[in-house]
């Protein structure tokens, strides 16, 4: 078996070297960066089948606070995508950017360490500050490498907004020891925590949620940071981070109080809103960015729908649509992130003929377009007819969702329409070799969980 701790040590490691390299060619740094990565990645697909050992040291025993690493059925899905989506972002950063490179990749790496902290850990205070430090580098992230124009703007609006939630955490969990008297999981999810005090935290932990998520209202953070910032940062924040608000409810909210949650079960309404006021302004988006930030988002919210219906089957559904959104809109910003760089701009209402001009680029934007509206044959379809089936069980009325997707299933073949057909535009390149394998590899992932869904759902036990 092989300990948890490495997983967490080895990121660390890069990030520590890459900064001592700052001073040697750029080449040489993107080098010693995919290093580490790969080898995270070669030891938790190692791990998968020799096992995986945990990991406590005491660091303040006054307080019961340790390094601990274990997995549960809740955290190993979303780890798997911790580990494996980051692989994808490195293409695009050694296109996009090109100064301060040891920097940018020494919180690439840092972040890349602290969102697998998060999800490898058994303590809520560690849980707690690796979310701190995931947050504080993407701050710098956004303000170092965004757009000059709108950086300075994206990058406040993200800490604001994260913060708001991150308190509200911290308030949840500080209520969560002083009722239980333990940081450790496996403690509290087997102590009682009276009823009152459970439903103020979890409260708090559905309002930090629908911020991290992001859900509607309190998804406007999103526009300017998105948008502001270069396809890496893009991708680590719509697949990883904005997974981890949903991910932080699910462990305690089902671990530890399940049920109580049911007192909740309302606010699946804010989520279907939600799914609504998100696919109409994506229809509205003229620039294919944009619309992929508001279909992310979208998306997001569906699982929010799932999870806070309380049935296992949608939750199962929401665990899986995270999970398989992640690596669809990693490669959707990929494709806006080409399509600006071949193009001079991702504005649809100048973009046609890609059929003809750039055969492959077309060919990645049907197959995860067509991925991400739930195409059968596609990880994305098991993920929102599960989602969907465990909703219904608890109401009927809540398929109203289903309008919601037929309206994405409008923009996104509109989108397909402007972008492939019609007279090419001259002088538009394909996308190269290295793009195709990037692009290649997501749409086998895709595909093979849409095929093979009992892969993650195997792992996924949330004993509730």
């Not at 509200?168 to 969560?176: W, Y």
């Not at 397909?416 to 019609?422: I, P, V, Y």
């Given at each position: 078996?092989?300990?948890?701790?490495?997983?967490?040590?080895?990121?660390?490691?890069?990030?520590?070297?890459?900064?001592?390299?700052?001073?040697?060619?750029?080449?040489?740094?993107?080098?010693?960066?995919?290093?580490?990565?790969?080898?995270?990645?070669?030891?938790?697909?190692?791990?998968?089948?020799?096992?995986?050992?945990?990991?406590?040291?005491?660091?303040?025993?006054?307080?019961?606070?340790?390094?601990?690493?274990?997995?549960?059925?809740?955290?190993?899905?979303?780890?798997?995508?911790?580990?494996?989506?980051?692989?994808?972002?490195?293409?695009?950063?050694?296109?996009?950017?090109?100064?301060?490179?040891?920097?940018?990749?020494?919180?690439?790496?840092?972040?890349?360490?602290?969102?697998?902290?998060?999800?490898?850990?058994?303590?809520?205070?560690?849980?707690?500050?690796?979310?701190?430090?995931?947050?504080?580098?993407?701050?710098?992230?956004?303000?170092?490498?965004?757009?000059?124009?709108?950086?300075?703007?994206?990058?406040?609006?993200?800490?604001?907004?994260?913060?708001?939630?991150?308190?509200?955490?911290?308030?949840?969990?500080?209520?969560?020891?002083?009722?239980?008297?333990?940081?450790?999981?496996?403690?509290?999810?087997?102590?009682?925590?009276?009823?009152?005090?459970?439903?103020?935290?979890?409260?708090?932990?559905?309002?930090?949620?629908?911020?991290?998520?992001?859900?509607?209202?309190l998804h406007v953070w999103i526009t300017d940071a998105?948008?502001?910032?270069?396809?890496?940062?893009?991708?680590?924040?719509?697949?990883?981070?904005?997974?981890?608000?949903?991910?932080?409810?699910?462990?305690?909210?089902?671990?530890?109080?399940?049920?109580?949650?049911?007192?909740?079960?309302p606010l699946m309404w804010i989520g279907v809103l939600?799914?609504?006021?998100?696919?109409?302004?994506?229809?509205?988006?003229?620039?294919?960015?944009?619309?992929?930030?508001?279909?992310?988002?979208?998306?997001?919210?569906?699982?929010?729908?799932?999870?806070?219906?309380?049935?296992?089957?949608?939750?199962?559904?929401?665990?899986?649509?995270?999970?398989?959104?992640?690596?669809?809109?990693?490669?959707?910003?990929?494709?806006?992130?080409?399509?600006?760089?071949?193009?001079?701009?991702?504005?649809?209402?100048?973009?046609?003929?890609?059929?003809?001009?750039?055969?492959?680029?077309?060919?990645?934007?049907?197959?995860?377009?067509?991925?991400?509206?739930?195409?059968?044959?596609?990880?994305?379809?098991?993920?929102?007819?599960?989602?969907?089936?465990?909703?219904?069980?608890?109401?009927?009325?809540?398929?109203?969702?289903?309008?919601?997707?037929?309206?994405?299933?409008?923009?996104?073949?509109?989108?397909?329409?402007?972008?492939?057909?019609?007279?090419?535009?001259?002088?538009?390149?394909?996308?190269?070799?290295?793009?195709?394998?990037?692009?290649?590899?997501?749409?086998?992932?895709?595909?093979?969980?849409?095929?093979?869904?009992?892969?993650?759902?195997?792992?996924?036990?949330?004993?509730?």
């Amino acid at each position: 078996m092989i300990p948890l701790l490495l997983l967490l040590v080895i990121p660390l490691i890069g990030s520590a070297v890459v900064l001592l390299l700052r001073r040697i060619e750029d080449n040489l740094i993107e080098y010693v960066v995919e290093t580490f990565v790969f080898l995270t990645v070669a030891i938790f697909l190692l791990s998968l089948l020799t096992g995986f050992s945990s990991f406590t040291f005491p660091i303040l025993p006054l307080i019961k606070f340790n390094l601990a690493l274990s997995l549960n059925g809740i955290s190993l899905p979303f780890l798997l995508i911790a580990v494996l989506v980051p692989i994808f972002a490195l293409l695009p950063a050694h296109k996009e950017i090109k100064d301060e490179k040891s920097t940018f990749y020494s919180l690439f790496l840092l972040i890349y360490a602290m969102i697998i902290g998060i999800f490898i850990s058994s303590d809520i205070l560690l849980l707690f500050i690796f979310l701190e430090i995931t947050l504080v580098s993407m701050f710098f992230l956004i303000y170092l490498f965004g757009e000059k124009e709108t950086r300075a703007k994206a990058s406040v609006e993200f800490l604001i907004f994260t913060q708001l939630g991150s308190l509200a955490i911290l308030a949840a969990f500080a209520l969560l020891f002083s009722s239980t008297g333990s940081f450790a999981l496996s403690s509290i999810s087997s102590s009682h925590v009276s009823f009152f005090d459970s439903i103020i935290i979890l409260s708090l932990m559905i309002f930090a949620a629908m911020i991290e998520s992001p859900v509607f209202p309190l998804h406007v953070w999103i526009t300017d940071a998105y948008d502001s910032s270069p396809t890496p940062i893009v991708i680590l924040l719509s697949a990883l981070v904005s997974r981890l608000g949903l991910y932080f409810l699910l462990l305690i909210g089902f671990l530890s109080l399940s049920s109580t949650f049911t007192v909740f079960q309302p606010l699946m309404w804010i989520g279907v809103l939600s799914v609504f006021y998100l696919a109409f302004v994506a229809m509205a988006q003229s620039r294919f960015k944009r619309m992929a930030i508001y279909s992310s988002a979208l998306y997001a919210s569906l699982a929010f729908v799932g999870v806070m219906s309380g049935n296992s089957t949608a939750i199962y559904g929401s665990i899986f649509l995270m999970v398989s959104y992640s690596f669809i809109t990693s490669a959707v910003f990929l494709i806006a992130g080409d399509l600006k760089s071949l193009n001079g701009t991702d504005d649809m209402t100048f973009i046609r003929g890609l059929l003809s001009s750039s055969p492959h680029l077309s060919f990645f934007l049907f197959v995860f377009l067509l991925a991400s509206l739930g195409l059968p044959g596609f990880s994305n379809f098991i993920g929102e007819f599960v989602t969907l089936l465990g909703i219904y069980t608890v109401s009927p009325w809540f398929l109203v969702t289903l309008a919601a997707l037929l309206i994405v299933t409008a923009f996104y073949l509109n989108a397909l329409k402007r972008l492939a057909f019609g007279r090419s535009i001259k002088g538009i390149r394909d996308i190269p070799r290295t793009e195709i394998v990037n692009l290649s590899f997501l749409a086998f992932i895709i595909i093979l969980l849409g095929i093979l869904p009992s892969l993650l759902f195997n792992i996924v036990g949330l004993g509730i």
